[in-house]
Each structure stands twice: as C-alpha cells, then as structure tokens.
C-alpha cells in the first residue's frame, strides 16, 4: 500500500503554496501569467523578491503600480501590437513556408523544406497545463518524423523558484535532424541586415529563457534531442513589410539565465516572511498597498524602469531612503559597503568610515581632488576678475 501523505508531501505543499498565493493577489483575482519578457527581467535581478513574489503570485503590477499612485507607461502601445500580430500572420502564412525556409536559411538542420510538406500539428487543449503537456507530445512525435515541423505558439513550462511558469514563443521548430530551433519574430526593422543592438540584445535575452524551458521538455526525452542556442530572429527587412531573418547565438544569455534563475529565492521562503493579512489586492486602500508592497525587500536599479511596471514606485522609495542602487548597480558595487548616499558623503568628507577601505580611500582622494580643482578655479576667477578691474 502506498504511504499516506503528510503535510510535507510536495503535492500538499504545493496546493498550500497556490492557496498562498492567491490569498496575496486577491483570491478572485485572476493570476496574471508569468511571460519570458518577464523572466528575463527577473533574471537579470535576482536579488528583488519583491518581484519575485509579486511575479509569483500572479500580481498585475501595472494595477497595483497604479494603486500605489505611481503609474507606470510601461508595455508596448496598442499600435505597435497591431502591427506586430500582422507580420507574424504574414510570416506564418502558408502553413508557415517562408518561416521554415528563413529556419533552413539561418541555421540548416536537414534539406530545403518544401511548401505544403510540413506539419503543423494543433497544439490546442484546456488550460495551460493541458497544452504544455500536449506541445511535449508534439516534439516528441516530430523529432522521430525526419521532416519539417513548425509548432505554432508552442507553450512550454518552467519552474521558478519552486511556482510553474507558462511560456508561449512565437514559434518552435523541428528540424529534419530532430534538433529543436526557437524562433522569435518581432516587428522592429532589420536594416541593411542588422537592428537596433538593445532590441536584438532584449529579443535574445528572451529567447534564451524559451530555450531553457525547451531544454527541459528534451531531458525527459531518451535519447534527448539537441536544442540549438542560434535562436532565429524574424524581423521586417528594410523598411517594408517583408521578412528577414538572422541567427542569434543566445548561449551566453542562456547561462546566465541558467544561473540567476537557480538564484532567486523560493517564492514560498518570501512568503513566509510576510506579516498576516498582507495582500496585494490592488481593490485595497493605498496605505494597507503601500505597507503590504514595503514589506517585501526590493532590488532597485535604474534599469528597471526599462523592466517593470513598479519602477516608478521603487525609485521613489530608494531616493527617499538615499540607497545607493538608484545611482546604478555598477556605481553600488565599486562603494562596497557603503549603501548610502548619507554614509557615501561622510566617507568622502573623512568625517566617517574606515581608512583601510579601498571605496572610502577612492572616495577621498575624489573628494581630493574636487577641492583642489574648484580652489583652482576660484583662483582664475579673481584674477580675471581683478585684472578687468584694472583695465
């Protein structure tokens, strides 16, 4: 007879947790899903639980930053997702033949394709789960195929720091070989054959948490079919609305994606960390938001106001309390322990701090320095000033 479960069986656990969590969204709330432009972001931070839970939990940060009064117009306008979704109809079309042939083009993977010869299976079922575990069944019957496959809005799960994220590329190819390509199609231009370098840079960071999650689906397979690190980016060439394409090593962003993701603190460790009765139920009044958000630790930075929809409140909060992270992270890590703007003067003024540290002894001979050059220019000043007296 099996054993009986106790509170610590994962299953258990696992219910509580979601329990948990929608008791800090707001248990009518619907969850909002968790995208890779969002892991991404995460990943690039891993030190901000306070994404991590919120993110976790399904909080629309957009609402709740607009609770908070700090409104945020992050996202992308409704314009230009119009016109994304109608280059990539365009590029799909035909049973998706010029995107299987710009595939071929870019990274090979087994003959020419033919138009009309490839599978499209249908990746539909009910809930995210169902078409997770139906887009698994997917590869694994086209990677034994020998032929062209192309699986459109494919959705492929992750797990992140212990809560299951659903992700859904734009496009995951199955080449001949049996190797798995992602390919992202964005509507930015692509200009005498390269793009904007921090678009492309975005799209790749994106892409590399697509192809982690697939990597995942290929370890459950024997013998594991190989995940390509060139990502296909489809974009519009020139200034029309034709397709082109470039093939993105994205191995780098996968390991660091790899490693921050394996960083990030468990969701549930955050939680249980938090007073009774917090919630982020965005229908709550601004000062119980304003208390429940402040009690989880942040990991401001100025990037991510380019990241995230409470940056604008974080910003706020860091300047408020003079953190050094407002001022960037490559400026936070030469001040060492100083975290500060109040410590970082008083260092510089000699007034505090350790001799010995090597930031306060930088930060003194800076200071140093400053007086000597505005003594100098004081000088000059009252010679000038003194000679036009004369004259």
Same mark, same amino acid.
């Given at each position: 007879?099996? $054993?009986?479960?106790?509170?610590?069986?994962?299953?258990?656990?696992?219910?509580?947790?979601?329990?948990?969590?929608?008791?800090?969204?707001?248990?009518?709330? @619907?969850?909002? @899903?968790?995208?890779?432009?969002?892991?991404?972001?995460?990943?690039?931070?891993? &030190? !901000?639980?306070?994404?991590?839970?919120?993110?976790?939990?399904?909080?629309?940060?957009?609402?709740?930053?607009?609770?908070?009064?700090?409104?945020?117009?992050? &996202?992308?306008?409704?314009?230009?997702?119009?016109?994304?979704?109608?280059?990539?109809?365009?590029?799909?079309?035909? &049973?998706?033949?010029?995107?299987?042939?710009?595939?071929?083009?870019?990274?090979?993977?087994?003959?020419?394709?033919?138009?009309?010869?490839?599978?499209?299976?249908?990746?539909?079922?009910?809930?995210?789960?169902?078409?997770?575990?139906?887009?698994?069944?997917?590869?694994?019957?086209?990677?034994?195929?020998?032929?062209?496959?192309?699986?459109?809005?494919?959705?492929?799960?992750?797990?992140?720091?212990? *809560?299951?994220?659903?992700?859904?590329?734009?496009?995951?190819?199955?080449?001949?070989?049996?190797?798995?390509?992602?390919?992202?199609?964005? *509507?930015?231009?692509?200009?005498?054959?390269?793009?904007?370098?921090?678009?492309?840079?975005?799209?790749?960071?994106? *892409?590399?948490?697509?192809?982690?999650?697939? =990597?995942?689906?290929?370890?459950?397979?024997? @013998?594991?079919?190989?995940?390509?690190?060139?990502?296909?980016?489809?974009?519009?060439?020139?200034?029309?609305?034709?397709?082109?394409?470039?093939?993105?090593?994205?191995?780098?962003?996968?390991?660091?994606?790899?490693?921050?993701?394996?960083?990030?603190?468990?969701?549930?460790?955050?939680?249980? =960390?938090?007073?009774?009765?917090?919630?982020?139920?965005?229908?709550?009044?601004?000062?119980?938001?304003?208390?429940?958000?402040?009690?989880?630790?942040?990991?401001?930075?100025? =990037? !991510?106001?380019?990241?995230?929809?409470?940056?604008?409140? !974080?910003?706020?909060? $860091?300047?408020?309390?003079?953190?050094?992270?407002?001022?960037?992270?490559?400026?936070?890590?030469?001040?060492?322990?100083?975290?500060?703007?109040?410590?970082?003067?008083?260092?510089?003024?000699?007034?505090?701090?350790?001799?010995?540290?090597?930031?306060?002894?930088?930060?003194?001979?800076?200071?140093?320095?400053?007086?000597?050059?505005?003594?100098?220019?004081?000088?000059?000043?009252?010679?000038?000033?003194?000679?036009?007296?004369? !004259?």
């Amino acid at each position: 007879m099996p $054993a009986p479960q106790t509170s610590a069986d994962p299953p258990t656990r696992g219910k509580a947790l979601r329990h948990r969590l929608a008791e800090l969204r707001g248990a009518d709330l @619907p969850a909002r @899903p968790l995208d890779a432009r969002a892991l991404a972001a995460l990943a690039a931070n891993p &030190g !901000c639980g306070r994404r991590a839970l919120l993110d976790g939990a399904g909080v629309d940060k957009a609402a709740l930053a607009e609770s908070l009064g700090s409104p945020s117009g992050f &996202g992308q306008s409704q314009f230009a997702f119009m016109r994304g979704n109608a280059f990539e109809a365009r590029v799909k079309a035909d &049973g998706g033949a010029e995107l299987l042939r710009l595939t071929h083009a870019r990274v090979g993977g087994g003959p020419e394709p033919v138009p009309g010869e490839s599978a499209v299976p249908d990746l539909s079922a009910a809930g995210p789960e169902g078409r997770a575990a139906r887009t698994a069944l997917a590869l694994r019957e086209a990677t034994g195929a020998g032929g062209w496959t192309l699986l459109d809005h494919p959705m492929l799960a992750l797990d992140v720091a212990g *809560s299951p994220a659903f992700l859904e590329p734009d496009a995951v190819v199955v080449h001949p070989d049996g190797s798995w390509t992602v390919v992202e199609i964005k *509507s930015f231009p692509m200009i005498d054959g390269s793009a904007d370098a921090a678009k492309v840079g975005a799209a790749a960071r994106q *892409s590399a948490v697509y192809a982690l999650a697939l =990597e995942r689906v290929a370890e459950r397979m024997e @013998p594991a079919p190989r995940v390509r690190h060139d990502v296909v980016l489809v974009c519009p060439k020139d200034f029309s609305n034709l397709p082109t394409a470039s093939a993105i090593d994205v191995r780098k962003q996968l390991s660091v994606t790899r490693r921050q993701l394996a960083r990030l603190t468990r969701v549930e460790d955050i939680a249980a =960390e938090l007073p009774e009765g917090t919630t982020f139920d965005v229908r709550r009044p601004v000062d119980e938001l304003t208390a429940a958000v402040e009690a989880v630790p942040a990991a401001y930075a100025p =990037e !991510c106001l380019a990241a995230c929809e409470l940056a604008f409140h !974080c910003r706020e909060r $860091a300047r408020e309390h003079g953190e050094v992270t407002a001022l960037g992270r490559a400026i936070r890590g030469e001040l060492g322990g100083l975290t500060t703007i109040g410590e970082v003067l008083a260092a510089a003024a000699g007034s505090a701090g350790d001799p010995d540290d090597p930031a306060v002894a930088a930060l003194r001979r800076a200071a140093g320095l400053r007086a000597e050059a505005v003594a100098g220019v004081g000088a000059i000043s009252g010679v000038g000033a003194s000679g036009g007296a004369e !004259c």
